[in-house]
């Protein structure tokens, strides 16, 4: 055989496509990392151009590196990133795969070069060992509370490695054949490439769309990267005529084959630079010429199988016992299938690699690669049946005694063997590996074959048990209940009553997400039944701190510390750590609702401390919420804030995140009264769900939403996110969204809309104290503004006894004063109100009160008195960005005789003030929004833009205008002096002077009411 390279040294082809990744290498070195999808059909030269991409960004070359002259004016890529590091990993075709295959092999071989760097991933390395034992750490406790979330806390992890490798140099990471991805593959590919612009990473996957069926989720996810520009697509084209002419050349040289051998070469081909060099290697092989064409092989696979047959029958066998082991492999495994001695394997892979059928990838840690997949396809197609068969017996039987082997790869050979007996009782550890990966989909693909294979009634019971769990884990919540409901009747059936029992706890999860609370508290109150004959359990522990968390979410604080107390005491007898943490959380949430905040929050503290301090960061960061939340509804936003900050640190995944958002928001608006920010962190907590979703934490973020649109003067946005909220039967959602609809109703002037909750009935519930202060107080306020005096004294008297004292208990009973014509008890009540209010931090709750109690002193005969309260709330609302506030205060000065918006009279006064040589020091003027947040309350500005307005009258192009803008800057700016003076010096009448000052003044403020309503529209626009 001949033994002559027939592969171009040069990349032919591809100028544009290396211009981009360039570019975006370029990017990614810089810190502003990108995700890049390269896709096209087999042998088009993805491979050949990540591998040009990969010489480059270390610096090196793969050739020499000059461009190749083209037509298309295509070139080479230059280095982009000298010295950076580069992570392969390829994903594997077949009937069950390895959790995110090519994610353990990039970041297992690359870490399986000893690095001091790798011991600061910190708390992070707890989770990557979970993929790659090779961290040698143990992994932290499995938190109950939501395993879902588990595999974001991984995904955290593995985001945190790649922020730590950029730090030293920049990363890049392949992954290639992604049609072939698992699950859990194409699920952290989508995060990482949506996360992955503040790291110093370039992102780049291969792809043959082919392969994808029409419904494939690959297909669905690329056409969601291209509408949001979230990966970049490359689509690679075969090669022109011009372009596979010139990649002949540079392989073989000019003169080797004349006009007819390039014309075949050219119509065989079809532009694939594969073929190009499959055929040019047959012909090099059969010494062809270009005469007698029967000479090259009709397909690859012929041309492939050629050279393969020329290995000699030992070469044969170690390709073929590659093929089986799959596109990359390492070379203990090929030897342990072989039972080759080094030698004789050495000498068969040398000859592989001279007939261009495998290559070396990296020779430190023996890891091989056929050149191509339609490479190693034409070998493995070859293999008769029961050959395969044998050879993926003895590479299961190879793998299993390899350590650290997965247990999924054995599984995978022994189903291709058909050995179903020996597969059998390899399911549930393959399936509880995948789990420990956090990758529920993939555990449920091997229950699922699992299903096909094991026999046995009990045994198959709890697969389908198994199964509708993994299928709940991964939000599946209609499979996961019929497949749970089939198991356990299954189990039942079968006497196995305690393993049963077991499963009902996550049906009542099921049914609890699925929104049946009905039905789940009946599978709890089952699986208790059936449980407590057995005495203390963790099971049983776990089934009341879900009946725990079953009764808090509906309200039922009392049931709540029961259940939780049950819970601890068992979890304490039998040593449940997890369980009896959890149960502090509801037991601290139970106390709180019921009245007893202080040792209510003690326990939500202790839960967080002893969560944290475990590893169990979901329920960490659960009880840290709660905290911030109970503070909040207390009227204590700082000591919130400040949990918030901590809950931000937790490694507990997407979810805590979305709680620390949805935490600071209400924070933001609710307790310092600052819209703008809140709206930022809720729209961010619920980007990724579709509007409407059928999510409680979803729903209670939208209607948060409401309220902060309301507060910027968004009514129309508020009603939107309203509709359809009132329908929940949650009662914290219900209470919520009656609260948000009367604030919403009473700020857009709808009072029907106010008054739908049933104000009256949402006073008289019968929650706890905090909660109870908040609603009496929302639904006393809309009785008032629809005249229904009676029932607002009614509801307030049968409730402020039992409410203790407080701003929001005062300004209940300053309100009712007010209405019933008392103003100087309303006057103290109210003044007491916004004292308290500013003490605590909520200047939102502080403005709204001063507007009432400017009422009050007006009420009272003070009306100067009312002003200045009413400007003080309209600064401190323009401070904050609370659009609704300003315009509130804003109205109420204009019915109390202190107009904001610009008059004639008030601007005459401003100028008088200029004329006289001093800034403006004091009226309304000074707090028009065009003066700027910075400026407003100073007279400065306003001196400056009068000034600009005159000489911008002056400078019209209308005459007219001109020559009043003349007369005021005259006058008032430069100051000549008294009228009779001015009329002088511009040689004006008296009625023609006066007349022009007069229409100037108007058409000054006309000016300056355009600045103003501008700068409110720009407001309401941002």
């Not at 001091?116 to 992994?139: C, F, I, K, N, T």
């Not at 029992?501 to 609370?517: D, E, K």
């Not at 309303?826 to 403005?847: N, V, Y």
Request: hydrophobic content about 45%; overall charge negative; glycine content about 8%.
């Amino acid at each position: 055989m001949a033994s002559e390279s027939v592969l171009c040294p040069v990349l032919v082809g591809r100028g544009p496509e290396l211009a981009l990744l360039e570019e975006r290498a370029r990017k990614a070195a810089e810190g502003e990392g990108r995700a890049v999808l390269i896709a096209g059909d087999a042998g088009i030269g993805k491979t050949r151009l990540v591998t040009e991409l990969i010489a480059h960004w270390r610096g090196g070359v793969v050739a020499p590196a000059q461009a190749l002259p083209s037509t298309t004016g295509r070139g080479v890529l230059p280095p982009a990133a000298q010295g950076g590091q580069v992570l392969t990993g390829v994903c594997a075709e077949g009937e069950l795969s390895l959790p995110f295959l090519p994610f353990v092999e990039a970041i297992g071989n690359h870490l399986a070069v000893p690095d001091p760097g790798r011991g600061q991933l910190g708390s992070y390395r707890h989770e990557l060992a979970r993929l790659l034992p090779s961290l040698d750490a143990e992994a932290p406790p499995v938190d109950p509370s939501d395993p879902a979330t588990g595999r974001l806390r991984l995904f955290d992890a593995i985001l945190a490695l790649f922020r730590q490798l950029g730090r030293r140099s920049p990363v890049l990471l392949v992954i290639e054949d992604l049609q072939w991805a698992d699950p859990s593959t194409r699920e952290l590919f989508d995060y990482l490439s949506r996360l992955i612009r503040p790291l110093r990473l370039l992102l780049v996957a291969t792809c043959r769309p082919e392969d994808l069926g029409r419904n494939h989720p690959l297909r669905q996810l690329i056409r969601g990267w291209e509408r949001s520009h979230q990966v970049e697509v490359v689509r690679l084209e075969p090669l022109d005529a011009v372009e596979t002419r010139a990649m002949i050349r540079a392989t073989v040289g000019a003169d080797r084959f004349g006009p007819a051998a390039l014309e075949a070469v050219l119509e065989r081909s079809e532009g694939n630079p594969y073929l190009v060099e499959e055929l040019l290697r047959a012909a090099s092989d059969a010494g062809w010429q270009g005469g007698e064409e029967g000479l090259l092989p009709k397909t690859v696979r012929e041309g492939v199988l050629a050279r393969v047959e020329g290995l000699g029958r030992q070469g044969v066998e170690v390709l073929q016992a590659a093929a089986v082991l799959g596109q990359r492999f390492r070379y203990e495994s090929l030897a342990a299938v072989t039972g080759l001695n080094a030698e004789e394997l050495g000498d068969a892979l040398e000859a592989a690699i001279s007939a261009q059928l495998l290559e070396e990838t990296d020779g430190e840690l023996g890891l091989y690669r056929f050149r191509h997949a339609l490479t190693r396809d034409a070998v493995q197609d070859n293999l008769i049946a029961p050959r395969r068969r044998r050879l993926h017996a003895a590479a299961a039987a190879a793998l299993a005694a390899q350590p650290g082997t997965p247990t999924v790869e054995v599984c995978r050979h022994l189903l291709a063997a058909r050995d179903w007996r020996s597969a059998a009782p390899l399911f549930l550890k393959a399936a509880e590996e995948a789990e420990a990966a956090y990758s529920s989909e993939d555990a449920a693909e091997i229950y699922t074959k699992a299903l096909e294979h094991v026999e046995g009634d009990l045994e198959q019971a709890e697969l389908e048990c198994r199964l509708g769990v993994a299928r709940l884990q991964h939000g599946e919540v209609a499979e996961a209940r019929r497949r749970l409901s089939a198991g356990i009747d299954r189990l039942e059936a079968a006497g196995a009553q305690r393993s049963a029992a077991h499963f009902r706890i996550q049906l009542a999860v099921a049914s609890w997400q699925g929104s049946r609370l009905d039905l789940a508290r009946a599978e709890l109150e089952q699986a208790r039944q059936a449980l407590e004959p057995d005495g203390p359990s963790e099971d049983l522990a776990m089934v009341h701190v879900r009946l725990a968390g079953l009764d808090m979410v509906e309200l039922e604080g009392e049931a709540a510390i029961a259940s939780a107390t049950t819970a601890v005491e068992i979890a304490g007898k039998v040593g449940a750590v997890a369980p009896r943490i959890w149960a502090y959380d509801y037991l601290g949430a139970g106390l709180a609702y019921t009245g007893r905040l202080v040792e209510g929050l003690e326990y939500l503290d202790q839960s967080f401390r002893e969560a944290r301090d475990g590893g169990l960061f979901l329920i960490a960061a659960d009880a840290l919420y709660q905290g911030a939340l109970w503070r909040l509804i207390d009227l204590r936003p700082q000591e919130a804030m400040d949990r918030v900050h901590v809950l931000r640190t937790l490694h507990a995944g997407r979810w805590s995140r979305r709680e620390a958002d949805i935490a600071e928001a209400m924070t933001f608006w609710w307790g310092f009264g600052l819209p703008a920010p809140a709206l930022d962190l809720l729209e961010q907590a619920i980007a990724p769900y579709e509007r409407g979703a059928d999510n409680t934490w979803i729903a209670w973020a939208e209607i948060n939403l409401a309220a902060v649109n309301a507060e910027l003067g968004r009514f129309a946005a508020a009603r939107r996110l309203l509709q359809g909220q009132g329908g929940r039967s949650e009662p914290h959602l219900w209470m919520l969204n009656a609260w948000t609809v009367m604030r919403v109703g009473l700020d857009a002037g709808d009072l029907e809309l106010a008054l739908s909750p049933g104000p009256a009935l949402l006073a008289g519930l019968p929650v706890a104290s905090p909660v109870r202060r908040i609603l009496l107080d929302i639904a006393v306020e809309v009785l008032l503004a629809a005249g229904h005096l009676a029932e607002a004294r009614r509801v307030s008297e049968d409730a402020l006894p039992k409410l203790g004292e407080g701003p929001l208990t005062d300004r209940v009973r300053g309100r009712l004063a007010l209405a019933s014509g008392d103003p100087i008890p309303a006057i103290e009540d109210l003044g007491k109100a916004a004292a308290g209010f500013a003490s605590r931090g909520l200047a939102h709750q502080e403005a709204r009160t001063r507007i009432v109690l400017a009422a009050a002193l007006a009420a009272a005969g003070h009306a100067d008195r009312g002003r200045e309260e009413l400007r003080t709330a309209l600064a401190s609302a323009r401070e904050r960005g609370s659009l609704q506030e300003a315009a509130l205060a804003r109205t109420a000065l204009r019915e109390a005789g202190a107009s904001t918006e610009p008059t004639v009279e008030l601007v005459a006064a401003a100028l008088d003030s200029i004329r006289l040589g001093a800034d403006p020091e004091t009226g309304p003027l000074l707090d028009l929004e065009c003066l700027g947040s910075a400026a407003r309350g100073r007279g400065e500005p306003l001196r400056r833009l009068l000034g600009d307005l005159v000489r911008e009258l002056m400078a019209s192009p209308d005459p007219s205008h001109a020559e009043r803008g003349a007369v005021l800057d005259a006058y008032y700016l430069r100051r000549l002096g008294s009228h009779e003076k001015v009329m002088e010096a511009l040689f004006l009448s008296d009625a023609t002077y006066y007349r022009r000052r007069k229409d100037g003044l108007a058409e000054l403020t006309q000016l300056l009411q355009d600045r103003e309503a501008a700068a409110r529209e720009a407001l309401l626009q941002n």
